[in-house]
């Protein structure tokens, strides 16, 4: 079975700090995503990568960057949080051609 | 408007139910259709992937995909509490050389004993 691990469950942090998501795949996979989850709007797409170093933007990339070091590991990085970033945060990874297979989410609330 | 348009619900059904969950799409460029299932405070799990118009079966989960109305739909037969989940519709197109998945908002069902 596909394992996508996402580093934090909850987090809860201040506004203008810099904050770090962890995602982690088992499965060899070239591709990698991070999404954003709110209610009423659905899953929308921040960043993915399809290969080490590489990263293309998403649909809602403002306010975030993404590190990919390694090809099993991606990192979301809200560069100076804002309250307006508080939500459910989703990391995918996939093979080309494949459906997508989900983590657990990040729950982050920014005060 | 849109490209997926999926009824929010909630759905309400009593336990050994039929439930049908539809969306429509309004790109004829999708071609590839799943669904998901997603527990609260859980991740979205992959239930469903088909390509092709016509139906793909899967235990009690039937995917039907007709291409040209636009239209996907799951049939949960004998529905049990368990499957009580927000139910998301996604397609998936190749888009300048990457794959761009487009969710729906999902379906809230509730699964009453």
């Known amino acids: 079975d596909v394992k996508v691990t996402q580093s934090s469950r909850y987090l809860v942090k201040r506004t203008g700090e810099k904050v770090f998501l962890e995602c982690v795949q088992d499965m060899d996979h070239e591709n990698m995503f991070w999404y954003r989850q709110d209610p009423g709007l659905g899953l929308r797409l921040i960043y993915f990568s399809y290969d080490v170093k590489m990263k293309e933007k998403g649909d809602i990339p403002e306010g975030y960057s993404v590190s990919r070091e390694k090809k099993e590991r991606f990192s979301l990085i809200l560069e100076s949080a804002s309250t307006n970033q508080t939500s459910m945060y989703l990391c995918?990874?996939?093979?080309?051609?494949?459906?997508?297979?989900f983590g657990d989410g990040t729950r982050l609330s920014i005060l | 408007q849109k490209e997926v348009e999926q009824d929010p619900g909630p759905l309400s059904v009593p336990e050994g139910a039929i439930v049908s969950l539809n969306c429509t799409y309004s790109?004829?460029?999708?071609?590839?259709f799943m669904w998901y299932r997603q527990y609260s405070r859980k991740g979205p799990e992959l239930l469903m992937y088909t390509y092709s118009s016509g139906n793909k079966e899967d235990g009690r989960f039937t995917a039907q995909v007709d291409k040209s109305s636009k239209y996907i739909s799951l049939f949960i037969r004998d529905s049990q509490p368990s499957d009580s989940a927000t139910y998301l519709c996604?397609?998936?197109?190749?888009?300048?050389?990457?794959?761009?998945?487009?969710f729906g908002t999902g379906t809230k069902l509730q699964v009453i004993p």
């Open positions: 995918a990874s996939s093979l080309w051609g494949q459906p997508q297979h």
């Open positions: 996604a397609t998936d197109m190749n888009s300048g050389g990457y794959q761009k998945v487009t």
């Open positions: 790109n004829s460029a999708f071609q590839y």
